[in-house]
């Protein structure tokens, strides 16, 4: 069984699914070349350059049919490679380019998600994004639209982008609102090397970090990662190709785990970063000495951590 809490919408669109959407678009792109343009190369030299993978997908899913369909097909992708629990962040806002509104896009990736959920027996809920390029105007203007869906199918509310071009700390004010309305939050913290995002997402409330990398530069936030409980939610592939880490010889996961740190492992982008769950346990039992109890004990971080109802929770841990 296996848990996943970080996994974004746009990044994981099977090649099947772009294929339809953009040939309905008069857009048609043969395969090899298509599998080419949605998958990050081995030689990604950063954040910023991964990135430029989703203006592709997001042509994609800027209708209800598609938002739902795309939803959908995640959760049944997942379901198949043995996740038990999804969260599924995407960014409302990025879907709206042909004239959907905010609320419209998330009430189509949550029908999604829902008839996925029924089908598969996946729990699947989605986490909505706030973007770190958008202004603050526009963020609090999905937060606004996400309100009435919390608890119905989104779970919480995240901050992601680029991280380098972006302080964490000019967002203060969106997280205060999420407080104010009980809106739970990850963030994506500590990617690009930044304590400073790091030590703000833990000031502000965050109850996980995105990614987390940083972390390991500093045992002062560590042990308050580990006082507060905060998860921290780690992508081996990706980190590796967005050069997050040099490479696997520095990849921290072991020490988070030694440190009892609430860490646990997901794909981040399936289709972007070429991943599953399996290859995600297999890579990290493989090269970094992680072993089955190891493991597991990333699978109980992450049902701890996940925003799920205590319910689903002690579900999940009788399963395993």
């Known amino acids: 069984m296996r848990i996943e809490l970080h996994c974004h919408l746009d990044g994981s669109l099977n090649v099947d699914f772009v294929d339809t959407m953009l040939r309905k678009q008069g857009i048609n792109i043969e395969r090899k070349e298509l599998e080419e343009k949605l998958k990050v190369k081995p030689d990604c030299t950063s954040l910023t350059e991964y990135l430029e993978k989703f203006d592709l997908p997001l042509q994609c899913i800027q209708t209800k049919e598609a938002l739902e369909q795309a939803a959908y097909e995640l959760v049944m992708d997942a379901a198949k490679d043995g996740v038990a629990y999804i969260e599924v962040r995407f960014a409302p806002m990025l879907s709206t380019e042909k004239g959907l509104t905010c609320t419209e896009v998330i009430d189509s990736v949550v029908h999604g998600l829902k ?29 606004k639209a996400t309100k009435p869906f919390v608890g119905k199918g989104v779970c919480a509310l995240d901050l992601a982008g680029d991280e380098s071009a972006f302080p964490t700390s000019l967002f203060r004010e969106l997280f205060l609102q999420a407080k104010e309305w009980q809106i739970p939050f990850t963030i994506h913290s500590g990617e690009c090397g930044s304590v400073d995002n790091i030590r703000e997402a833990i000031a502000l409330g965050a109850k996980r ?78 090269h970094l000495q992680i072993s089955d109890e190891m493991w597991l004990q990333c699978t109980r971080n992450a049902i701890q951590t996940a925003f799920a109802s205590d319910e689903i929770k002690e579900e999940l841990m009788r399963r395993m």
């Open 115 to 143: 008839k996925g959920e029924r089908e598969s027996g996946t729990y699947a809920y989605a986490i909505v994004c706030a973007m770190r390029h958008h202004s603050l105007e526009q963020n609090l203007e999905m937060l």
């Open 209 to 286: 970090l995105g990614h987390g990398i940083a972390l390991e530069k500093s045992p002062e936030l560590r042990q308050l990662c580990k006082e507060k409980g905060i998860g921290i939610e780690m992508c081996p592939t990706s980190n590796l190709q967005t050069k997050a880490v040099k490479g696997l010889d520095g990849y921290p996961l072991k020490q988070f785990l030694e440190e009892d740190l609430l860490v646990s492992v997901h794909t981040d982008n399936r289709t972007v970063s070429g991943t599953t769950m399996e290859q995600e346990e297999k890579l990290v039992k493989e």
